[in-house]
Nanobody, 125 residues
Framework: QVHLVESGGGLVHTGGSLRLSCAAS????????MGWFRQAPGKEREFVSV????????LYADFVKGRFTISRDNAKNTMNLQMISLKPEDTAVYFC??????????????????WGPGTQVTVSS
């Protein structure tokens, strides 16, 4: 079992940048493929990005390609999401998630076993 906690959210202006981090405790992060999801008020939780267990493979939602970069440091048990060129439509609660399915880049939230509580990202226009 792994316990996840996100950090790094905040309020930025359009065009600004933020770096989200996900810290894990418990089982080593290398056991998991990790993902980022987000949920805006009144909307479904949506996939943002995923990285496989060793960081060798990544996948991004079309709406963040070229703006967000996912990375992980298994030695430090952390995962990050670097976000640049932020837009008001990026405003949401961002969640990190872990799946024991190490060999697939899952984009569906139902495939993930563990979730952090989320961190709020607000982009003002």
């Amino acid at each position: 079992q792994v316990h996840l906690v996100e950090s790094g959210g905040g309020l930025v202006h359009t065009g600004g940048s933020l770096r989200l981090s996900c810290a894990a405790s418990g089982r080593p992060l290398s056991y998991y493929t990790m993902g980022w999801f987000r949920q805006a008020p009144g909307k479904e939780r949506e996939f943002v990005s995923v990285i496989n267990w060793d960081g060798g493979k990544t996948l991004y939602a079309d709406f963040v390609k070229g703006r967000f970069t996912i990375s992980r440091d298994n030695a430090k048990n952390t995962m990050n999401l670097q976000m640049i060129s932020l837009k008001p439509e990026d405003t949401a609660v961002y969640f990190c998630a872990a799946t024991s399915n190490r060999w697939s880049l899952l984009v569906g939230a139902s495939g993930y076993d563990y979730w952090g509580p989320g961190t709020q990202v607000t982009v003002s226009s």
